[in-house]
T-cell receptor, first 115, second 110 residues
Framework: EPEVTQTPSHQVTQMGQEVILRCVPISNHLYFYWYRQILGQKVEFLVSFYNNEISEKSEIFDDQFSVERPDGSNFTLKIRSTKLEDSAMYFC?????????????FGPGTRLTVL | EDQVTQSPEALRLQEGESSSLNCSYTVSGLRGLFWYRQDPGKGPEFLFTLYSAGEEKEKERLKATLTKKESFLHITAPKPEDSATYLC???????????FGAGTTVTVRA
């Protein structure tokens, strides 16, 4: 059973359009992450979000990206003006936030296709 | 920058043929090393966390071990349902993000 669900499962958009990807935790968690995986490549970290604030972000996470938790439950990743190279699987993960490490449990992903 | 290198890239096994996957890492202080399984088109599925050299974890036919520079995932008597891509990731002391390797794709033939 997934720790988080993600919607939509597949999003097709035109270059330059805005997209919003959603992550819905099964229970109330504080630690969230977004990763992406371009086809055939490594899983790459984008951003981490703790207690409604960005705690860390990668070089990939530039001004075209934003994250928020608008209703205290759903967790969204917005890409303002999509580019062809944004085509990838986007994974949300929730962290445990306890113990020595933060074990991360991934959702099923959203496949984003930019045309 | 944290570096994770996995080998081999692909592994084809006969059912019952045991083998090992390698994960070499460089990190400025290891908080934890993680193994995930990923099926095509799906999200990574958590398998193990290892914290320190000498540690071992087991789950069914899988056993993960850790040294100061490498981790191994041993697959004992694999079955076709063990076919997947196995990902290794490290988490540094300074951050909680995961840095992933490229993975090893395992195919087990009946």
């Amino acid at each position: 059973e997934p720790e988080v669900t993600q919607t939509p499962s597949h999003q097709v958009t035109q270059m330059g359009q805005e997209v919003i990807l959603r992550c819905v935790p099964i229970s109330n968690h504080l630690y969230f992450y977004w990763y992406r995986q371009i086809l055939g490549q490594k899983v790459e970290f984008l951003v981490s979000f703790y207690n409604n604030e960005i705690s860390e972000k990668s070089e990939i996470f530039d001004d075209q990206f934003s994250v928020e938790r608008p209703d205290g439950s759903n967790f969204t990743l917005k890409i303002r003006s999509t580019k062809l190279e944004d085509s990838a699987m986007y994974f949300c993960a929730r962290g445990t936030g306890t113990g020595r490490t933060d074990t991360q449990y991934f959702g099923p992903g959203t496949r984003l296709t930019v045309l | 920058e944290d570096q994770v290198t996995q080998s081999p890239e692909a592994l084809r096994l006969q059912e019952g043929e045991s083998s090992s996957l390698n994960c070499s890492y460089t990190v400025s202080g290891l908080r934890g090393l993680f193994w995930y399984r990923q099926d095509p088109g799906k999200g990574p599925e958590f398998l193990f966390t290892l914290y320190s050299a000498g540690e071992e974890k087991e789950k069914e036919r899988l056993k993960a071990t850790l040294t100061k520079k490498e981790s191994f995932l041993h697959i004992t008597a694999p079955k076709p349902e063990d076919s997947a891509t196995y990902l290794c990731a490290v988490q540094a002391l300074v951050a909680y993000k995961l840095s992933f390797g490229a993975g090893t794709t395992v195919t087990v033939r009946a």
